[in-house]
């Protein structure tokens, strides 16, 4: 299982607040805990006071706790590859290189003597990873996540991002990628339009954002990149299925009880015979077998419609179908529901033989 995470700033916030923040997110599970160095001013003292009672808060709550540096803070604050101390003695389990040195140093920072995680940029499609691992770092302590993207439409292109995820994921490494928070008012820079990673997920509800990411079985952890999300975004998070797609829908009035229950209780898989039109789910139809499924909601279907084959359909009542293209109803069709409009883009990622589930709009 993937971890999820969340970001904090302590040069735009206080304790007290991340630490309210830390605790909410703690109640629904969250993981791990990024935070930002980049612009960071001060001395190394100075840097040691206003970080460590909330790297050391959230650690002591299970946190892994992650800061973002680039080689400019090393020179800043006069700290040598070679010796990562300062970042023990502010609590982090780790950093993150938002620029990188040559692939030799990187590789000697995963050999520190601190136990500290060494978090690597993945959003430039280049053979930095690949330059890394050729001077043996140790790869249990090397792990990689991606930018995200303050300035509206300068966040990843899909095609780019699975490029440069691929490149990760065929060595076996630890991945994350950011989601946007819809609640959050703050990130590390001025500008806040969101902090998504993907540009197509900017709009998108949280919970759509991170079942794409986890869907794309390229992604483990998913942090959610501003501050701070809102009690239910946290909830929502933490209620989605990694392992199995799960689809929001709406259903139709007027739907039998049998019809819901197939619906949002019964155990979906995608049938191994595919079709251009449908997903087929056929267990319903072998389970109810004799039971009534009487005609009703027979309009004409959309792609992401949910669909019940009614007694008319002879051997195949009950059978449960998603739609993949709009098609022609012959009148023996049930219509009970519709995937919503911002999630049907994920049946792109339901292969032959995935597991699915449904959740009715509004739950969690």
Not at 33 to 53: A, D, M, P
Not at 103 to 110: D, K, L, P, R, V
Not at 301 to 328: F, H, T, V
Not at 330 to 345: A, D, H, L, P, Y
Request: proline residues 4%; charged residues 25%.
């Amino acid at each position: 299982m993937g971890k999820l995470g969340i970001s904090i700033y302590p040069n735009h916030s206080t304790p007290a607040e991340d630490q309210t923040y830390i605790d909410l997110a703690a109640k629904y599970g969250f993981e791990r805990l990024f935070t930002c160095l980049l612009s960071v001013e001060g001395n190394k003292e100075q840097i040691i006071r206003e970080y460590r009672e909330t790297i050391e808060y959230a650690k002591e709550r299970g946190f892994e706790v992650i800061a973002d540096i680039s080689p400019r803070v090393f020179g800043a604050l006069d700290i040598s590859y070679s010796d990562l101390s300062f970042f023990k003695e502010i609590g982090a389990s780790g950093i993150r290189l938002d620029l990188g040195y040559s692939g030799n140093e990187e590789s000697i920072m995963t050999h520190n003597e601190h136990d500290l995680l060494i978090e690597i940029n993945m959003s430039n499609n280049t053979p930095y990873v690949d330059q890394i691992l050729s001077y043996q770092p140790n790869t249990k302590r090397l792990i990689g996540s991606h930018n995200f993207y303050p300035h509206r439409y300068a966040g990843l292109a899909f095609d780019h991002f699975v490029k440069c995820s691929e490149r990760f994921k065929m060595h076996g490494l630890r991945t994350a990628a950011f989601v946007s928070s819809h609640e959050a008012s703050f990130g590390p820079w001025p500008v806040v339009e969101g902090l998504p990673t993907l540009e197509e997920h900017r709009e998108l509800p949280i919970e759509t954002q991170a079942k794409h990411l986890f869907a794309t079985g390229l992604i483990d952890d998913v942090m959610i990149g501003n501050a701070y999300a809102s009690e239910r975004e946290l909830e929502a998070l933490r209620d989605i299925d990694q392992e199995r797609l799960t689809l929001k829908v709406q259903l139709e009035d007027g739907l039998s009880d049998l019809e819901r229950k197939i619906v949002l209780e019964e155990f979906h898989f995608y049938r191994g015979d595919v079709s251009d039109y449908l997903v087929r789910s056929t267990q319903s139809r072998v389970k109810y077998k004799g039971e009534p499924f009487p005609h009703h909601h027979t309009r004409d279907i959309e792609r992401g419609d949910i669909l019940i084959e009614s007694d008319l359909y002879g051997q195949y009542a009950g059978e449960l179908q998603i739609a993949l293209k709009p098609m022609k109803n012959s009148g023996k069709t049930n219509v009970v529901g519709q995937i919503v409009e911002e999630e049907r883009f994920l049946l792109n990622y339901l292969a032959p033989w995935g597991k699915f589930a449904f959740t009715v709009r509004g739950d969690v």
